[in-house]
Each structure stands twice: as structure tokens, then as C-alpha cells.
């Protein structure tokens, strides 16, 4: 016992004796904590240029356009007579939209002719594009119902049937969950769990593949056993990342980020995520005796994790083979177990079977690590003997 808690000291001696690896296993988390919580620290998407084109000037396309203006979402940069040079003023104002309000529009609305107001949307960034759309519709909506139950009044309908004639049934949406639509809430702790994912792997890369390089393997094996070898590496980045997890806990009070709720079930699953990574981490810098290969290895598997998450898009529309590519990734479980527990309000048990995924990744991950080291040590042990 007394050897093995030495190994330990020798490993994080080796761990702060290596800047480039100090500076990236606890300065990268930290930055792309502040950085990502300060980005999306807005949460919301307001203020969207757009610009109005106004060949009416009548009185209605005045009270449209300062519809658009009191929609928090909506911002008009521009209110133009005409066309002329249209995409490149909206290129210039960098605009999200162009309505174009037609001439004739308040006389062809009072007069039932049924005008058209188009409305281009740049897609270029679909999120932008589909709130400045979504707000403009809701605008447009307003305006049209409003003009509707108008001309019903001049017609002297009761107020009742006017009413009733312009809304046959109701409509009632219930926003559960991140009620606010609140982007910070939603994205930031998934990209950190993402980055704490690819410096493990890329600290474990190093942790067996600096021995070969350094020749120091050989004096390792002597030492201890295979079990205690896989131990002492994995051990200080356990106990490391609960210290980053705890610095991400802080940061939410930091951003007000709601995220109390079930934190002590999602930090007993992180400990799980944090070994089913180590343990992939340790087969590679075991199977690849170079530091270099070994990082480039394992940046293959951590770059494109969150893009096959599921948690952006769904891993329903993917093909069935990026499934099962997106299935042996824990970044995939943790993030599916993450929004089970504090987007959506879950328990414990909901989330057995992402745990149970991470699970079986680490076993898998560790017996092969056990096998392959086995018979890496016996080889050093024997090339030692005969020199």
C-alpha cells in the first residue's frame, strides 16, 4: 500500500512537471467556462435586424412597422421607399430579414383584395432565421386578426359574435422545462461536459505513452502490479476532475444558472462519465506507445462527440450506423443522463440505462486495458532481465 500511494505522488509530480499538460487539463476547462458562460450569457436572442421596405406610407404600414419595432426579438435597422440596392443595404445591416410591404396595401386590405407582404429571410444562421421569422409571423398575425375583428366592428357586429366569429377555438401552449427558452441554460453545461471529456482523454493519452517514450515503463512495472498501474493513473484525474466539477458548480451561481436540483445524483453520474472516459483514455496510451499518435488517436474519437450527442440534434435522424458510432462515445449517455436530471426534472432511475451504458464503455475499456498491459509488462519485465 505504501508503494502504491507513492506511484500516486509520482504521478502527479509527472503531472505538474508538465506545463503544456498542467495548462491543459485545469486552464482549458476554465476558459471555456468563462468564455462559453459570457457568449451565451444573454440566454435569449433579441434585437434581430431586419429590414422594412414601405411602398405603402399609409397610415397601416406606420402601425406595422411599429409593431415590428416593439417585438423584443425585432430590431428595424432600415425603413427604405423602395428596392433599390436592397441586398446590399441588408448585406451592410447585416439584416436577418426584408418585409416588403407592397403599394396599395392599406387600400387593397380595407377593400378585401387581399394583398401580399413577402417576406425573405436570410438563412444563412437557421437559429437567427427561424426567430426573426417566427417573430415576424407572430406580427403579421396580430396585424391580420386585429384588421379582421376591425372590419367586423364597422359592420356593426355585436362584440360577442365578433369575437366568436374570429376565434372558433382557442389555443393554449405549455413551455415545460426551460420555460425561458433560455439557450444559456441549455447549451453551456453541455459544451463543458464536452471539453472535461477531451482533456481527460487527452491527459490520459500521455499517461502510459510518456513512460515507453521516456523509458521509464520497465521501473514502473517492477513496482506494482497491473491493476495498481491502470489505479495510479486514473486516480489523480478522478480526483482532479471532481475539483473541476466543483469549479463548474460555482460558475453556475456565477451566470444563474438554476441547476441545484438533482445535482447530487448528476455528480455521482459524472464520477461515472469521468472513469468510462479514463478508462478509453488508458487503452489508447496503452496500445500506442507515442505521445503524438496517441493524442491524434484519441482527438478523432473526442473531436465529433458532441456533434453525435444527440444533444443538438437528434439521434433519431441520424443514420443507424452513426448511432451506434454516437453509442460507444460517453459523452452521448452523460449528456442524455444531464438532461434527464436537470433540464427536464428527472430521478435517478430514469437515467439507468445512459448510466448503464458509461458502465459497460468502462468495463469494456478497462479489461482490454488490463489484457493489453498485461502482456506489456511481461515484455519490459523480460527485456529488463536480459539486459
Request: glycine fraction near 6%; hydrophobic fraction near 50%; aromatic fraction near 12%.
Amino acid at each position: 500500500m505504501k508503494s502504491f500511494f507513492s506511484l500516486l505522488g509520482r504521478e502527479f509530480r509527472l503531472f505538474w512537471a508538465n506545463g503544456v499538460l498542467r495548462l491543459l487539463f485545469i486552464g482549458a476547462p476554465l476558459l471555456y467556462a468563462v468564455l462559453m458562460g459570457y457568449v451565451y450569457q444573454k440566454g435569449k436572442v433579441t434585437d434581430l435586424p431586419i429590414v422594412v421596405v414601405d411602398e405603402d406610407h399609409s397610415s397601416m404600414s406606420e402601425r406595422l412597422i411599429q409593431m415590428f419595432r416593439d417585438n423584443e426579438i425585432l430590431a428595424v435597422a432600415a425603413v427604405k421607399p423602395n428596392d433599390n440596392n436592397l441586398t446590399q443595404e441588408a448585406i451592410h445591416l447585416d439584416a436577418v430579414c426584408i418585409v416588403m410591404i407592397p403599394k396599395g396595401f392599406e387600400k387593397d386590405v380595407l377593400t378585401r383584395q387581399t394583398p401580399e407582404i413577402l417576406t425573405t429571410v436570410n438563412t444563412g444562421n437557421v437559429l437567427t432565421a427561424n426567430y426573426a421569422s417566427g417573430a415576424i409571423q407572430l406580427v403579421l398575425g396580430t396585424l391580420k386578426a386585429g384588421t379582421q375583428m376591425e372590419a367586423l366592428r364597422k359592420q356593426g357586429t355585436p362584440e360577442a359574435m365578433v369575437a366568436s366569429l374570429y376565434e372558433p377555438f382557442k389555443t393554449t401552449f405549455i413551455k415545460k422545462y426551460n420555460r425561458s427558452t433560455n439557450y444559456m441554460y441549455f447549451l453551456w453545461p453541455g459544451v463543458l461536459a464536452t471539453v472535461l471529456q477531451q482533456v481527460l482523454l487527452l491527459a490520459l493519452a500521455l499517461s502510459f505513452a510518456s513512460e515507453y517514450e521516456q523509458g521509464t515503463f520497465a521501473e514502473l512495472t517492477r513496482k506494482t502490479n497491473v491493476f495498481s498501474m491502470i489505479a495510479v493513473k486514473v486516480i489523480p484525474y478522478l480526483i482532479m476532475s471532481f475539483g473541476i466539477w466543483a469549479i463548474y458548480w460555482g460558475f453556475t451561481y456565477w451566470f444563474r444558472i438554476p441547476v441545484n436540483d438533482n445535482i447530487g445524483p448528476l455528480t455521482l453520474i459524472a464520477g461515472v462519465f469521468v472513469l468510462s472516459v479514463s478508462f478509453i483514455g488508458i487503452l489508447v496510451s496503452i496500445l500506442i506507445p507515442n505521445q503524438l499518435k496517441a493524442t491524434e488517436v484519441l482527438m478523432v474519437i473526442a473531436t465529433p462527440s458532441f456533434i453525435l450527442s444527440g444533444f443538438t440534434w437528434p439521434l433519431s435522424q441520424m443514420p443507424v450506423w452513426v448511432q451506434h458510432i454516437a453509442a460507444g462515445i460517453p459523452l452521448t449517455h452523460f449528456l442524455k443522463a444531464f438532461r434527464v436530471l436537470l433540464v427536464e426534472r428527472g430521478n435517478l432511475a430514469q437515467t439507468l440505462p445512459s448510466v448503464m451504458a458509461m458502465v459497460w464503455i468502462g468495463v469494456v475499456c478497462s479489461i482490454a486495458s488490463v489484457i493489453v498491459l498485461h502482456f506489456k509488462r511481461r515484455k519490459a519485465k523480460k527485456a529488463f532481465a536480459r539486459g
